[in-house]
């Protein structure tokens, strides 16, 4: 008995050394993949985009007639991208004060700072160039890597950014200081073993030119192809689902949106677009987390936008899920 309970003791010492080992481990390889540096490329844009010179003319606007058109168009369409189609409120609050992507004990405290240009905000004295590091490369200021998911925002066209900008910018500022992100001990386990990659290091490329402006706004498969580049983190490039990359462990795998029969082979526009707007499949069920936070951004999208989405995701060949 005395041998037996030694024994268990021995183990039990054993496994705490392991998990001790493992979690040091852990924490200085998470530590280490954070403190990496990335480098990219120098883009300048205008904020807002000035109007085509053309329809100015036409129009008989004056040089600064012509600017305030320009700005209060570029802020019309920020307000659409940052609520519908970029969902930068989602993770930053609706007044871009701050507000929270994942805050759990395990995982860790990823909260969305202030990115207004008031006390406690990251972006004053942000130019064209930072906005396109953060938010499409996922570096910050500093050349380490950032916990956004810039990889759905990679495709974003320097309009659409510059509109962003624009529309942050229209907004009052906010006084606030958020907490940077702190990882929890899964979170760590997750960082280190590769399973969460930050975005910098996903993306890869940092010099490729980005594209000027956002393909036409209308049903065609090209602007269906730039809305799914929101969808692709989730459900992959190919759009055909599987476990979420570097998703919280208690997600459902993302569904299979490509024709195939583990996918949306039955489904009519008519069904996809009814489910994007009301978070309910055509048969009743009702989307899990994290897609039934997702639809609160997909049910505002306009006729235009959820037709030209279908209308690229039929051109997608089938594929089984996860294929
Ligand atoms: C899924 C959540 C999420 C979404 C969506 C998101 N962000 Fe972020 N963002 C974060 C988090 C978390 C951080 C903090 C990153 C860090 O410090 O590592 C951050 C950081 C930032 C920063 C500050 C970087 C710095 O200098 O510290 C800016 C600016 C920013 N985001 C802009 C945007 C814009 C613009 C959008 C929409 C196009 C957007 N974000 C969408 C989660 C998100
Ligand atoms: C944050 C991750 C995430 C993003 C981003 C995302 N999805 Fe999903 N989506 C999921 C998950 C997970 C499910 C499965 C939900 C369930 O099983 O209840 C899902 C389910 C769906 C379904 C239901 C299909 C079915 O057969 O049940 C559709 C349609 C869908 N997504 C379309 C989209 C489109 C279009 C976009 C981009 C505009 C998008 N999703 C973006 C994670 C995501």
Request: include cysteine; charged fraction near 20%.
């Given at each position: 008995?005395?041998?037996?309970?030694?024994?268990?003791?021995?183990?039990?010492?054993?496994?705490?050394?392991?998990?001790?080992?493992?979690?040091?481990?852990?924490?200085?390889?998470?530590?280490?993949?954070?403190?990496?540096?990335?480098?990219?490329?120098?883009?300048?844009?205008?904020?807002?985009?000035?109007?085509?010179?053309?329809?100015?003319?036409?129009?008989?606007?004056?040089?600064?007639?012509?600017?305030?058109?320009?700005?209060?168009?570029?802020?019309?369409?920020?307000?659409?991208?940052?609520?519908?189609?970029?969902?930068?409120?989602?993770?930053?609050?609706?007044?871009?004060?701050?507000?929270?992507?994942?805050?759990?004990?395990?995982?860790?405290?990823?909260?969305?700072?202030?990115?207004?240009?008031?006390?406690?905000?990251?972006?004053?004295?942000?130019?064209?160039?930072?906005?396109?590091?953060?938010?499409?490369?996922?570096?910050?200021?500093?050349?380490?890597?950032?916990?956004?998911?810039?990889?759905?925002?990679?495709?974003?066209?320097?309009?659409?950014?510059?509109?962003?900008?624009?529309?942050?910018?229209?907004?009052?500022?906010?006084?606030?200081?958020?907490?940077?992100?702190?990882?929890?001990?899964?979170?760590?386990?997750?960082?280190?073993?590769?399973?969460?990659?930050?975005?910098?290091?996903?993306?890869?490329?940092?010099?490729?030119?980005?594209?000027?402006?956002?393909?036409?706004?209308?049903?065609?498969?090209?602007?269906?192809?730039?809305?799914?580049?929101?969808?692709?983190?989730?459900?992959?490039?190919?759009?055909?689902?599987?476990?979420?990359?570097?998703?919280?462990?208690?997600?459902?795998?993302?569904?299979?949106?490509?024709?195939?029969?583990?996918?949306?082979?039955?489904?009519?526009?008519?069904?996809?677009?009814?489910?994007?707007?009301?978070?309910?499949?055509?048969?009743?069920?009702?989307?899990?987390?994290?897609?039934?936070?997702?639809?609160?951004?997909?049910?505002?999208?306009?006729?235009?936008?959820?037709?030209a989405l279908w209308t690229y995701i039929r051109t997608v060949p089938p594929l089984p899920t996860g294929g």
């Open positions: 008995m005395k041998t037996l309970l030694k024994i268990l003791g021995a183990l039990l010492l054993l496994l705490a050394l392991v998990g001790a080992g493992g979690y040091a481990w852990a924490k200085m390889k998470s530590d280490a993949v954070m403190a990496q540096t990335f480098d990219a490329h120098t883009v300048d844009f205008p904020v807002p985009f000035p109007l085509d010179e053309a329809e100015a003319t036409a129009e008989g606007l004056t040089p600064q007639q012509a600017g305030e058109v320009a700005m209060s168009r570029a802020v019309e369409r920020g307000d659409h991208l940052v609520h519908t189609r970029y969902v930068c409120v989602a993770c930053h609050g609706s007044d871009f004060g701050g507000g929270v992507m994942i805050d759990d004990p395990m995982i860790g405290h990823f909260l969305g700072p202030n990115i207004t240009a008031g006390a406690g905000g990251r972006t004053s004295g942000f130019g064209p160039a930072d906005w396109d590091r953060i938010v499409r490369h996922g570096i910050k200021p500093d050349g380490h890597p950032a916990v956004m998911p810039s990889e759905d925002f990679r495709l974003m066209s320097d309009q659409e950014l510059s509109d962003i900008i624009a529309y942050i910018r229209s907004r009052p500022t906010v006084d606030d200081t958020v907490p940077p992100p702190a990882p929890g001990p899964l979170g760590r386990v997750l960082i280190a073993t590769g399973q969460i990659r930050v975005s910098a290091d996903v993306i890869g490329d940092h010099f490729s030119a980005h594209l000027a402006e956002p393909p036409t706004s209308e049903v065609s498969e090209a602007f269906g192809q730039h809305l799914a580049g929101v969808c692709t983190g989730c459900h992959n490039a190919r759009l055909s689902g599987g476990p979420v990359p570097g998703g919280d462990p208690s997600w459902p795998p993302a569904a299979n949106l490509t024709a195939h029969q583990e996918g949306l082979a039955a489904w009519t526009f008519e069904d996809f677009a009814a489910t994007l707007r009301s978070g309910r499949r055509p048969d009743g069920t009702e989307l899990r987390d994290p897609m039934s936070g997702v639809v609160q951004f997909t049910g505002r999208m306009t006729d235009v936008e959820l037709e």
